[in-house]
């Protein structure tokens, strides 16, 4: 079955660089995107970017010139480079994609990422 692994969370001052990494396994591509959101305690989950298969991405406005999606399709797997961190940026970062038998939505665990001032 369909399993997300987050890695590359960590600490960094703000204005420093953190690559986020999503590996998939049990994956076979068929036609959902592949997303990134964040979430803080007590707050909702949040949009960050998306990329489809074709490479073509999205992202919030908050992170727009500052976060970077990108894939390795051989590898299955999705990164987010984070570049001029704010505080603001501290939170759990989430890749999310949807199985392909009935688009159920599947989560990875999680990694923080959190930035000092």
């Known amino acids: 079955h369909l399993v997300l692994e987050e890695s590359g969370g960590g600490s960094v001052q703000a204005g420093g660089s953190l690559r986020l990494s999503c590996a998939a396994s049990?994956?076979?591509?068929?036609?959902?995107?592949m997303l990134w959101f964040r979430q803080i305690p007590g707050k909702e989950r949040e949009f960050v970017s998306s990329?489809?298969?074709?490479?073509?991405?999205t992202y919030a406005d908050s992170v727009k010139g500052r976060f970077t999606i990108s894939q390795d399709n051989a590898k299955n797997t999705i990164y987010l480079q984070m570049n001029s961190l704010k505080p603001d940026d501290t939170a759990m970062y989430y890749c999310?994609?949807?199985?392909?038998?009935?688009?159920?939505?599947?989560w990875g665990q999680g990694t923080q990422v959190t930035v000092s001032s």
């Open positions: 999310k994609t949807y199985t392909c038998d009935r688009g159920d939505p599947t």
């Open positions: 049990g994956y076979r591509y068929c036609g959902y995107d």
């Open positions: 990329i489809t298969r074709a490479g073509k991405t």
